[in-house]
């Protein structure tokens, strides 16, 4: 399990929960795990090797900052708390080990660290060697080296090993034998000799380093001492305790404070220097699917975004919408997601269906963007910033959804959940949203005539919704490839109200809120939809964390704050102890069944607590 997340745009690093590193993804945020998945080991050896998995260990994220503490008592005589940071500026992550001495005796033990590295992802062709230049083990294949230090105050690491395959019977009795270099699928080891007073302490610095060329790595490693590690902490620190002051926070209740805060980390977190930011990167569904959630998805970060400008960090948010700019296709929609380098990803969505070409996309990630582009422009005023983006992106997504219109709805297209095709109300809404809220933006850019239009297309698309999208007085979530009425009740029905088409106390939208909470509440959350089978075990769907944090948000905007608040606190009680929340859950014991974090929940906890904050 993924516990802890931590990174500055251009390396990401994941702890698990025995607070080892288990995901090192450099250069880009979510493309190439160098670790593949498979955790850095850490021991302590004394009288024998005492190994992670034994340790008792729990993790938080020191004073709400970007830095990650991890205590753990090793026996009955050691225990340890390490500091995780990332550097503010390089592509260098750092821990600070300070271990202690419980007993009125004097202790000699052994700090080792085990690196089963495979750069780019896979095992072919590494090297490892120690490197005298730099007094480092460096593993490299390509244009990717990374470098991996262990030292104390005036002094290195004592022992280290390269090897394949065969590391860690040498690491077991704790002496490392002192192999210089290796290639194939290759390991390292490091260790670190500790002389420990009674009730005494002493510190030793691990770094990783990371970059495409030896001389550039070279460079960084040379500049790592215990004295450089240390100031690094400081200014780290302080960065991060003066980061949330975009937001107003003070009369909000603590819990909610922390999680508001640990959101923004694993947004900023997940976000590449480019602007690309990707959904989860736990890996762990690489060894199940053979792909994983390592994706800029459209939908989830447009949400994400949109979160990123109501807390007031309308930066970062332009700094996504210039990254999406430069997707759009030719015929001015997106696909269905994207690499954090910028490259088309991995798909299910066909080119080909049922004898008929058809574009392999869901609309509502296109209209997604343009909303949260308009929602940024009517919070910001910023024009001068979105020429750029309202000329290469938003103005040819705007003729593209005007064009792919068929009596009054958007054409067919696949659903938030990328599994049907048809016509559904979550994507109506997303372009009914998109076409209203950008109108503002295309005549202030000089477009009236077109935005014009957009209102006129809006308005009879919201009447054609309520004419042919109903049923029962509530709404359905799709019209299938054939015209018919798909009478499912799922979560995303909400969108209507969220989007803006309707009024929140309209009857259809109040009938609609009262069917999703009546038949897809689960153990006090909201499932997707009925019968979802997605990573189903039980008899009963699981509940998640987004479709939970509609109803809150639907209850905060009418001002129900008691009844949006029950939702929340489901949310919050399922948050790792270190604030990380999952995709969804089982609806038994309401423990994550899938990835962690997925920042699409982060972003949703934070839109319910602006609309908590707004309609109090």
């Given at each position: 399990m993924r516990a802890l997340s931590i990174g500055n745009g251009k390396i990401l690093v994941n702890l698990d929960?025995?607070?080892?590193?288990?995901?090192?993804?450099?250069?880009?945020?979510?493309?190439?795990?160098?670790?593949?998945?498979?955790?850095?080991r850490q021991y302590v050896f004394t009288d024998r090797l005492y190994q992670d998995v034994e340790w008792k260990t729990s993790l938080s994220y020191l004073d709400n900052t970007n830095i990650g503490e991890v205590k753990a008592d090793i026996d009955n005589?050691?225990?340890?708390?390490?500091?995780?940071?990332?550097?503010?500026?390089?592509?260098?992550?750092?821990?600070?080990?300070?271990?202690?001495?419980?007993?009125a005796e004097p202790v000699k033990a052994k700090l080792l660290f085990l690196f089963d590295l495979d750069l780019y992802s896979n095992p072919y062709g590494d090297t490892a060697f120690y490197d005298?230049?730099?007094?480092?083990?460096?593993?490299?294949?390509?244009?990717?080296?990374?470098?991996?230090?262990?030292?104390?105050?005036?002094?290195?690491?004592?022992?280290?090993?390269?090897?394949?395959?065969?590391?860690?019977?040498?690491?077991?009795?704790?002496?490392?034998?002192?192999?210089?270099?290796?290639?194939?699928?290759?390991?390292?080891?490091?260790?670190?000799?500790?002389s420990l007073n009674p009730l005494g302490s002493e510190k030793a610095y691990l770094t990783i380093a990371f970059d495409r060329t030896l001389q550039g790595?070279?460079?960084?490693?040379?500049?790592?001492?215990?004295?450089?590690?240390?100031?690094?902490?400081?200014?780290?620190?302080?960065?991060?305790?003066?980061?949330?002051?975009?937001?107003?926070?003070k009369e909000i209740d603590e819990k909610l404070r922390d999680l508001f805060q640990i959101s923004l980390l694993v947004i900023k977190n997940h976000m590449d220097q480019n602007g690309s930011i990707i959904a989860s990167s736990d890996y762990s569904f690489v060894g199940v699917y053979g792909d994983s959630y390592t994706y800029c998805w459209p939908r989830d970060s447009a949400i994400t975004a949109h979160a990123l400008d109501l807390a007031g960090y309308g930066d970062l948010a332009v700094k996504h919408y210039a990254f999406i700019s430069k997707l759009i296709s030719e015929d001015g929609f997106l696909f269905h997601k994207y690499n954090p380098d910028s490259t088309l990803a991995s798909s299910w969505h066909p080119w080909l269906m049922n004898g008929k070409r058809i574009y392999p996309i869901q609309e509502d990630e296109t209209a997604l963007q343009v909303w949260a582009i308009a929602k940024h422009y009517e919070y910001y005023k910023d024009i001068d910033v979105l020429v750029s983006i309202y000329k290469d992106f938003v103005k040819p997504a705007v003729r593209f959804m005007m064009r792919y219109i068929?009596?009054?709805?958007?054409?067919?297209?696949?659903?938030?959940?990328?599994?049907?095709?048809?016509?559904?109300?979550?994507?109506?809404?997303?372009?009914?949203?998109?076409?209203?809220?950008?109108?503002?933006?295309?005549?202030?850019?000089?477009?009236?005539?077109?935005?014009?239009?957009?209102?006129?297309?809006?308005?009879?698309?919201?009447?054609?919704?309520?004419?042919?999208?109903?049923?029962?007085?509530?709404?359905?979530?799709?019209?299938?490839?054939?015209?018919?009425?798909?009478?499912?009740?799922?979560?995303?029905?909400?969108?209507?109200?969220?989007?803006?088409?309707?009024?929140?106390?309209?009857?259809?939208?109040?009938?609609?809120?009262?069917?999703?909470?009546?038949?897809?509440?689960?153990?006090?959350?909201?499932?997707?939809?009925?019968?979802?089978?997605?990573?189903?075990?039980?008899?009963?769907?699981?509940?998640?964390?987004?479709?939970?944090?509609?109803v809150a948000e639907y209850y905060a905007e009418i001002g129900d704050i008691q009844r949006a608040m029950k939702y929340v606190k489901w949310v919050m009680d399922r948050a790792l102890p270190t604030g990380l929340l999952p995709e969804q859950v089982y609806p038994d014991s309401l423990q994550s069944s899938s990835v962690m974090p997925l920042v699409w929940s982060h972003s949703e906890f934070i839109i319910t607590l602006d609309k908590l904050i707004t309609n109090k």
């Open positions: 929960e025995f607070g080892r590193i288990i995901d090192l993804y450099y250069p880009y945020i979510g493309m190439e795990n160098h670790t593949n998945g498979k955790p850095v005589k050691l225990s340890l708390i390490a500091y995780d940071f990332a550097d503010l500026y390089e592509p260098l992550f750092y821990r600070i080990i300070k271990v202690y001495n419980k007993s005298p230049e730099t007094n480092a083990i460096i593993h490299y294949k390509s244009k990717r080296y990374i470098g991996i230090k262990l030292l104390g105050i005036m002094k290195d690491f004592n022992e280290f090993t390269v090897g394949k395959n065969d590391i860690f019977e040498d690491v077991n009795d704790g002496n490392l034998k002192g192999k210089t270099i290796e290639n194939g699928n290759v390991q390292s080891a490091l260790a670190f000799s500790l790595l070279r460079k960084l490693l040379k500049r790592i001492t215990s004295t450089e590690i240390e100031s690094s902490f400081t200014n780290s620190y302080m960065f991060w305790k003066n980061w949330f002051n975009k937001f107003e926070t068929e009596d009054g709805l958007p054409k067919p297209s696949f659903d938030l959940w990328e599994e049907r095709y048809g016509i559904h109300i979550y994507t109506v809404s997303t372009v009914f949203g998109a076409l209203k809220s950008a109108s503002k933006l295309v005549a202030d850019m000089g477009d009236e005539v077109l935005s014009g239009d957009m209102m006129t297309i809006a308005r009879y698309m919201k009447e054609e919704a309520l004419k042919r999208m109903v049923h029962n007085d509530r709404f359905v979530r799709r019209l299938d490839e054939y015209g018919n009425k798909d009478l499912t009740v799922d979560a995303s029905m909400y969108s209507p109200f969220f989007f803006e088409m309707v009024e929140p106390e309209h009857v259809v939208m109040k009938n609609t809120i009262k069917i999703i909470e009546d038949l897809l509440t689960v153990n006090g959350g909201i499932i997707r939809y009925e019968n979802d089978y997605y990573r189903r075990e039980k008899s009963q769907p699981n509940p998640w964390i987004i479709t939970t944090l509609w």
